[in-house]
C-alpha cells in the first residue's frame, strides 16, 4: 500500500461498518461521514446535541434522517453513550468528535462500559508525505507520555497489528533515538537496543526491530550507508516508535505542516477501533482515520 487513496478502496471492500461518534456536532466530523457513508465505509451513529447535529447536516447537505441520533447535550454522557454502543457491539468503531480526548479516554477505560482488553493503549498515525514512497506508521504521539520498556513493546504491538491489517506481513520497525550507538547517558538508545534484542529472541513477535535509530537512518537507506549501518530495517521502516510523546507530536505536526503530509489515526490496544486526530484536522484526515479503523476492526 502506497497511499491513503489505497487506503479507502481497501475500506470499500469491508464497509460499510457501523461507527459510534461521540459529540458529532462538529461540521468537519459530519462532512468526514458523510462521505463514509457515500462511499459505503462506515455507516453513523451520531451522538451529542441533536439540534445542533441535524442544522450542522442541513448546512452540508448530509441527510440524516435514516440515522440514529442519540441526544446528549454534555461531553460526559457523549462519551459515555458513544462508548456503550461499541462496547455492547451494536457500533464496532468509536470515533472522537468535538470533545477532549481525555474526555473520550475516560470513557474508553472505564471499567464497567469501556474497551479495555488490559494491554497499553496507545496512538498510531498513517502517514502519506509527497518525497516518500510508501506509507509509513508513527508512535505514540498521542496517548503515552514518558513509556518504559515494557510499553513501549506493547506500543510496537499495537503498531504491527494495524501494519498487519493493512498487508504488511512483517513490518520493519526503527527505535528511534537522537542518534544511532548505544550510549548509556541517552535512556532512549538502550531501550532502542533492548527491543531489538526482544525482536530478534521472539519476545516481540510478526516484524522486524531494530536500534537506536536516528530518523535519517531509519528512513534513507543512503544516510545509513554513508554511516556504515548496516540492517534490515535502516532506510526501510514502516513503523517509527519514537521515545516520547513530544517527540511523536513534534515529528507528526512537522510533517503534516511542513511536509505537506497527510495522515490517519487511531488508538489501537482497546476491543475496538478508536479514531483519534486532533479537533484542528480537516474532513479529509478524519475520512481517511474512518478507514484505518475499518481495516483495522475487519482484521480484529
Do not use: W
Amino acid at each position: 500500500m502506497t497511499s491513503l487513496a489505497e487506503l479507502l478502496e481497501r475500506a470499500k471492500q469491508y464497509g460499510p461498518l457501523a461507527i459510534s461518534v461521540a459529540a458529532a456536532a462538529d461540521e468537519e466530523v459530519l462532512r468526514a461521514l458523510k462521505e463514509a457513508q457515500e462511499m459505503g465505509i462506515a455507516t453513523p451513529f451520531l451522538v451529542g446535541s441533536e439540534q445542533q447535529i441535524k442544522e450542522l447536516a442541513a448546512k452540508i447537505d448530509f441527510d440524516v434522517s435514516n440515522l440514529k441520533i442519540y441526544d446528549e447535550p454534555s461531553a460526559t454522557g457523549c462519551a459515555r453513550r458513544a462508548v456503550q454502543l461499541v462496547s455492547s457491539g451494536k457500533a464496532q468503531i468509536l470515533m472522537k468528535g468535538l470533545m477532549s480526548t481525555s474526555d473520550i479516554l475516560r470513557a474508553v477505560l472505564d471499567k464497567e462500559i469501556g474497551l479495555r482488553t488490559g494491554r497499553v493503549l496507545s496512538h498510531v498515525m498513517l502517514y502519506e508525505l509527497p518525497k516518500y514512497e510508501r506509507l509509513f506508521f508513527l508512535t505514540d504521539g498521542g496517548m503515552n507520555m514518558f513509556p518504559d520498556l515494557r510499553q513501549k513493546a506493547e506500543i510496537i504491538i499495537n503498531a504491527v497489528e494495524v501494519a498487519h491489517a493493512l498487508g504488511i506481513a512483517e513490518p520493519k520497525v526503527a527505535a528511534l533515538a537522537a542518534v544511532e550507538v548505544v550510549n548509556p547517558d541517552m535512556p532512549a538508545t538502550l531501550d532502542a537496543a533492548a527491543l531489538a534484542q526482544m525482536g530478534a529472541r521472539g519476545q516481540i513477535k510478526g516484524c522486524l526491530i531494530d536500534g537506536p535509530l536516528a530518523l535519517d537512518n531509519a528512513i534513507c537507506a543512503e544516510a545509513a550507508a554513508r554511516k556504515g549501518i548496516r540492517s534490515p530495517v535502516a532506510g526501510q521502516a514502516d513503523v517509527l516508535l519514537v521515545p516520547t510523546i513530544e517527540a511523536g507530536n513534534l515529528l507528526g505536526k512537522a510533517m503534516t505542516y511542513f511536509g505537506a503530509g497527510k495522515s490517519a489515526g487511531i488508538i489501537a490496544g482497546t476491543k475496538a477501533p478508536v479514531v483519534l486526530v486532533s479537533r484542528a484536522d480537516p474532513h479529509e484526515t478524519k475520512l481517511q482515520s474512518i478507514a484505518l479503523g475499518v481495516v483495522a476492526a475487519a482484521a480484529k
